[in-house]
C-alpha cells in the first residue's frame, strides 16, 4: 500500500467542518478589517526566498524543498508566504494603488524539518499583509486584528509576547557588542552558528539546539540599544495596546526566524502547549530588498494545523458540530426513485441538504443508514405516496411524522 510522504496528513470529510469554521470565521474578521485576498504560486524561483527570507536563516540552510526543473531553473516550494505576496505587489505594480495595501491569503507551505505535533512539512497558514505604511498605528491594528483571531476560538492562556529588534541602523551597534558576548565562547556553539557569526550574529539567537540556547543565556538584549526613532515606534505600539486593553509580554528573546523583520516583532504563544500559534511582525526593507522602491510593511502568519489542535483540545463541548442532512428520501420503486431525484433536485437549488438512495438499498437499509448519518428528518416515497400526491416527514429525534404534499414549498415548511 502507498502511504503518505512523512510530514504530511490527510483531512478527511468528517474532519474538515472544523477547518472550515476557522476559516470562515477568520475571512469575516480578515474581510471586516478591509483585507482582500491575494493567492501565490505554490513554487517560485529559489532566489526569491535567498534574498527575502535569508540565506542565513534556518529555513533556506535547512528546511526548503528545492529542486531543478526541466529548464535546469532552481525551484522552491514556498517555504512561508511574505516573500511570495511581496513579490506579487512588486510585480504587478500594487505600488501605485491607493495605500495602504491590505491583504490575506489562506495557503499550504513546505518546509523540511523536525515532524512533531503541531508541526509538519506541509502545513498550511493564514496569514495578513499591509503594505505602504511606516506608522505604528499599522503595527497596532495588525496586532489588535490577530488578538481578536485568537480569542474567537476560545482558546485559553495564548500570550502576546513583544519585541522590537530595531533597524539596520541600531543593530550594528549591537551587532558588535552581540558578538564580543558569543565570541568568547564560539567554538562550543553549533557548526551553523559559527558560520553565521560574521555574517548575521542576531540568527545565532534562534538557534535551536539545547547547547546554544545554554550558551545564549544572558546575551546582551537588542531594546538596550534602539535608536530614538526605532525606540518611540515601540513606545507608541504599547502605549496603544494598552489603551486598547490588549494585553502583552516583552520578550527580548523574540528575533523571529526570517531576516526581513524590522522594529516591532511579535508571537502569540500557548502558555499551555508551549509552541507559537500566530507570529509576526514589520519589514520595512524587504521591498527595497526584492527590487522595489522602499516601502514600510507589516504581516502575520498563523500555523492553522496548530490552531486547529488547541481548538479542538479546548472547545470539546463546542456546538460546532458536521452538518448533517436535513432531509433523507427513501424511495420504492423506480417511479418513486425518479420522482425523490426530482423533489431533492428542487430542494437543494432552495439550499437545503437533501440526501437520496444511490446505492439501490431495501427500505430497511435506507432506514438504518438514514439513522447513521443523523439525517433530521426521513420521507419515504412509494407507489400510494406517488398516487395520493402526499408522504409522511418523520422528525427522527422526536419520532413525530407530519404529512405533506410532495411539493418543494410544503416541505421546505416543516423542515
Not at 474538515?16 to 475571512?27: F, L, Q, S
Not at 489588535?144 to 474567537?152: G, L, N, R, T, Y
Not at 552581540?178 to 552558528?193: E, H, P, R, V
Not at 420503486?333 to 440526501?355: D, M, P, T
Amino acid at each position: 500500500m502507498i502511504q503518505k510522504p512523512k510530514g504530511t496528513k490527510d483531512i478527511l470529510p468528517n474532519e474538515t467542518y472544523k477547518w472550515e469554521y476557522v476559516e470562515e470565521n477568520t475571512k469575516e474578521i480578515l474581510k471586516n478589517y478591509g483585507f482582500g485576498e491575494i493567492r501565490v504560486p505554490v513554487f517560485e524561483q529559489t532566489e526569491l526566498f535567498e534574498r527575502g527570507v535569508g540565506d542565513t536563516t534556518d529555513v533556506v540552510q535547512k528546511e526548503m524543498y528545492t529542486f531543478l526543473d526541466k529548464g535546469e531553473r532552481s525551484i522552491t516550494l514556498r517555504p512561508e508566504g511574505t516573500a511570495g505576496v511581496v513579490r506579487a505587489y512588486i510585480e504587478n505594480g500594487m505600488a501605485s494603488m491607493p495605500s495602504p495595501i491590505k491583504m490575506w491569503y489562506m495557503m499550504p507551505m513546505y518546509r523540511y524539518e523536525n515532524v512533531q505535533k503541531g508541526r509538519y512539512r506541509e502545513f498550511r497558514q493564514i496569514g495578513a499583509e499591509i503594505l505602504g505604511t511606516n506608522s505604528y498605528e499599522a503595527d497596532v491594528e495588525l496586532i489588535v486584528m490577530a488578538d481578536q483571531i485568537i480569542k474567537k476560538f476560545h482558546v485559553p492562556e495564548v500570550s502576546l509576547n513583544l519585541n522590537s529588534i530595531g533597524c539596520p541602523t541600531c543593530r550594528k551597534q549591537y551587532t558588535e557588542v552581540l558578538k564580543g558576548f558569543i565570541g568568547n565562547n564560539l567554538a562550543q556553539y553549533c557548526s551553523t552558528c559559527q558560520t553565521r557569526f560574521e555574517k548575521n550574529p542576531m540568527r545565532i539567537l534562534d538557534c535551536k539546539e539545547k547547547k546554544c540556547k545554554e550558551l545564549n543565556q544572558g546575551a546582551p538584549i537588542i531594546l538596550d540599544y534602539l535608536c530614538e526613532e526605532c525606540k518611540t515606534h515601540f513606545e507608541n505600539v504599547k502605549k496603544a495596546l494598552e489603551q486598547l486593553d490588549i494585553n502583552y509580554v516583552i520578550d527580548p528573546n523574540i528575533v523571529r526566524g526570517l531576516d526581513y523583520y524590522t522594529k516591532t516583532v511579535f508571537e502569540f504563544v500557548s502558555e499551555k502547549e508551549g509552541y507559537t500559534v500566530l507570529a509576526g511582525g514589520r519589514y520595512d526593507g524587504l521591498v527595497e530588498e526584492l527590487g522595489g522602491q522602499k516601502t514600510g510593511a507589516i504581516g502575520f502568519a498563523m500555523g492553522e494545523d496548530r490552531l486547529i489542535d488547541i481548538f479542538e483540545k479546548y472547545n470539546t463541548s463546542s456546538t460546532i458540530t458536521a452538518r448533517t442532512p436535513d432531509l433523507y428520501i427513501a424511495s420504492m420503486g423506480e417511479i418513486a426513485s425518479k420522482k425523490a431525484q426530482i423533489l431533492a433536485l428542487e430542494l437543494r437549488k432552495s439550499g437545503i441538504y437533501v440526501e437520496t438512495d444511490i446505492c439501490e438499498r431495501s427500505m430497511k437499509a435506507n432506514l438504518k443508514y438514514a439513522d447513521k448519518i443523523k439525517s433530521k428528518y426521513v420521507c419515504v416515497i412509494g407507489e400510494d405516496e406517488i398516487n395520493t400526491g402526499k408522504a409522511k416527514l418523520k422528525n427522527m429525534a422526536t419520532g413525530e411524522e407530519q404529512e405533506t404534499e410532495l411539493k418543494t414549498d410544503a416541505i421546505i415548511e416543516i423542515l
